[in-house]
């Protein structure tokens, strides 16, 4: 079972920055897919970034070149710094997990339906 908890979310000024952390704990060995998703009042989820055990990451078009997702994994840690923050980037930010099956993890998963999320963490961003 993985355990996912994030911290770092709060209210800032558009342009603003940000960084979420995630500390994830119970995973075992063996690849890995981390990632992070968001939703906003009324919207539907939306996913943001993900990361493999291999350091590769891929990033939704609207938050590429704003967002950098890393991991230290040494600290079982997962981060999200996020740049030139929007309005329209407000919402409650998961930090999710998917383990490998088979010998196989998709990074990220369709629709970033990871099979494990944390509590999420609210971002507010004003005008």
């Known amino acids: 079972q993985v355990q996912l908890v994030e911290s770092g979310g709060g209210s800032v000024e558009a342009g603003g920055s940000v960084v979420l952390s995630c500390a994830a704990s119970?995973?075992?060995?063996?690849?890995?897919?981390l990632g992070w998703f968001r939703q906003a009042p009324g919207k539907d989820r939306e996913g943001v970034a993900a990361?493999?055990?291999?350091?590769?990451?891929s990033y939704v078009k609207s938050v590429k070149g704003r967002f950098t997702i890393s991991q230290d994994s040494a600290k079982n840690t997962l981060y999200l710094q996020m740049n030139n923050l929007k309005p329209e980037d407000a919402g409650v930010y998961y930090c999710?997990?998917?383990?490998?099956?088979?010998?196989?993890?998709?990074?990220?998963?369709?629709?970033?339906?990871?099979?494990?999320r944390g509590q999420g963490t609210q971002v507010r961003v004003s005008s």
């Open positions: 990361i493999d055990q291999d350091g590769d990451t």
């Open positions: 119970g995973h075992t060995g063996g690849g890995y897919c």
């Open positions: 999710a997990a998917e383990l490998e099956t088979a010998g196989v993890v998709i990074c990220p998963p369709s629709h970033y339906e990871f099979k494990y």
